[in-house]
């Protein structure tokens, strides 16, 4: 049994640091670098990538919509030409410092409102898939577990890694918990370990309500912003071997 852990890293910005990406590192397999338009900027995405290749951490492309004031985390209407040109537009210039690291560009992953836009407009998922494949089909799409964009992906011949998230709450149609309301974000790590090994080895877990939601898990996300990610990356890890789970880039997962 195999599974990656993934997390959104080189979220600084100028002057402003955002995350503990060196510490996180050191737990995870595959990391999810922004593209500079919710965060980082050329100095950080190069930082980031080189940091990503001397751990032998995969690097992929973390687009956003063009909201660095929000962080990405509000909501934009596009039109699918607009999608479509603008997750090519990221995904080409994190490549540019992946292929100056001499690396490989492993994965894409929608960040934020992006992200969960997604699961709700189906032409607007297309879209995004269809800017990851005009770049390169070998890419791997990162998708919320068993959403439509999933779907849609894999009806394209575009690879999939079925996404679940360490510490956040689900609902019972397998959506993720919105932010603004309570109990969207687990804290403790005991929970939020239980909560992995369920996912990895049972293929579900308790939504919100106490219902069983089923899960595909490829790939589980480790938020790096999180005060104690580092801690919790690390608990993760441990438990996940402990149970005899293979921790490995989602490259080894999703041919």
Not at 9 to 15: D, H, K, N, P
């Amino acid at each position: 049994m195999k599974v990656d852990l993934n997390s959104d890293l080189g979220e600084s910005f100028g002057r402003y640091k955002l995350g503990l990406d060196e510490e996180v590192m050191n737990y995870i397999t595959s990391a999810n670098v922004a593209t500079g338009w919710h965060a980082g900027d050329p100095i950080v995405m190069r930082k980031t990538v080189r940091l990503a290749k001397e751990k032998g951490i995969a690097v992929g492309a973390h687009p956003g919509y063009p909201d660095l004031l929000g962080f990405g985390r509000r909501y934009m209407k596009l039109s699918p030409e607009e999608a479509r040109n603008y997750i090519l537009y990221q995904i080409g210039a994190l490549y540019a410092f992946t292929r100056a690291e001499g690396i490989e560009l492993q994965h894409v992953k929608p960040h934020g409102a992006l992200y969960n836009a997604l699961v709700k407009e189906e032409e607007l998922a297309r879209a995004v898939i269809e800017g990851i494949a005009d770049f390169d089909r070998n890419l791997i799409f990162v998708a919320l577990s068993g959403s439509k964009p999933a779907e849609i992906a894999e009806e394209m011949g575009v690879k999939v890694a079925h996404e679940v998230f360490a510490d956040r709450a689900y609902n019972a149609d397998g959506t993720l918990v919105p932010r603004s309301k309570p109990g969207a974000v687990i804290h403790e790590e005991k929970e939020i370990a239980e909560r992995v090994v369920s996912m990895v080895k049972d293929g579900g877990v308790r939504a919100i309500n106490g219902e069983w939601v089923e899960l595909r898990a490829d790939t589980i996300c480790v938020h790096g912003d999180n005060p104690r990610a580092v801690q919790i990356a690390a608990r993760i890890r441990r438990v996940l071997e402990e149970e005899g789970v293979r921790v490995v880039p989602m490259r080894e997962i999703v041919r």
